[in-house]
T-cell receptor, first 116, second 114 residues
Framework: DAGVIQSPRHEVTEMGQEVTLRCKPI?????LFWYRQTMMRGLELLIY????????DSGMPEDRFSAKMPNASFSTLKIQPSEPRDSAVYFC??????????????FGPGTRLTVT | QQQVKQSPQSLIVQKGGISIINCAYE??????FPWYQQFPGKGPALLIA?????SEKKEGRFTISFNKSAKQFSLHIMDSQPGDSATYFC?????????????FGTGTRLTIIP
């Protein structure tokens, strides 16, 4: 398997612009997580899905952030409008709750977002 | 969000030495404690994990020690190698959530010098 795939790997945008980050989880995984990593706040869970349904979005910082999972193989995290304080590395991760699962979360390579 | 406190923030160890990273938690409902390793430019990857029914788990050069009464757990890296240089994160999760609600520590940047 190719692992969790994220795109783009780097994104530079101007304040006020819309940003869309994309994630393809590992095939067969039923959980998908979006994290944000900054030096100040470390790794923060933003939202997670189970079987394409959002379960907990309590970590989403504000209404400017939204996430969708239209099918089992694709998810997006959108920021509209973006602000400089949104600059961070955004990770997508997936895991499986199957009987043989270890519940390990597999992280993608991340998207480094810079908002100027 | 419940905290997981991690120390030290950075650590320099000589090759062949023992690296020790400590974490403490508050929520007594936590019962899954993984450690993740992250190399620059990469996502975190699971290194080793423990549940509180045992006090120690060893996988190769990596050992987790767990003290339930003190609500502390630590990662020991024996015979540390330059390839171990990375950032290490402890994490914790309540049992009824599996690993869904992982709360991460702030990370320890480990550098192994020759």
């Amino acid at each position: 398997d190719a692992g969790v795939i994220q795109s783009p790997r780097h994104e530079v945008t101007e304040m006020g612009q819309e940003v869309t980050l994309r994630c393809k989880p590992i095939s067969g995984h039923d959980y998908l997580f979006w994290y944000r990593q900054t030096m100040m706040r470390g790794l923060e869970l933003l939202i997670y899905f189970n079987n394409n349904v959002p379960i907990d979005d309590s970590g989403m910082p504000e209404d400017r952030f939204s996430a969708k999972m239209p099918n089992a193989s694709f998810s997006t995290l959108k920021i509209q409008p973006s602000e400089p304080r949104d600059s961070a590395v955004y990770f997508c991760a997936s895991s499986s709750s199957g009987l043989q699962s270890s519940y390990e979360q597999y992280f993608g390579p991340g998207t480094r977002l810079t908002v100027t | 969000q419940q905290q997981v406190k991690q120390s030290p923030q950075s650590l320099i160890v000589q090759k062949g030495g023992i690296s020790i990273i400590n974490c403490a938690y508050e929520n007594t409902a936590f019962d899954y404690f993984p450690w993740y390793q992250q190399f620059p430019g990469k996502g975190p990857a699971l290194l080793i994990a423990i549940r509180p029914d045992v006090s120690e788990k060893k996988e190769g050069r990596f050992t987790i020690s767990f003290n339930k009464s003190a609500k502390q757990f630590s990662l020991h890296i024996m015979d540390s190698q330059p390839g171990d240089s990375a950032t290490y994160f402890c994490a914790a999760s309540p049992s009824n959530f599996g690993n869904e609600k992982l709360t991460f520590g702030t990370g320890t940047r480990l550098t192994i010098i020759p």
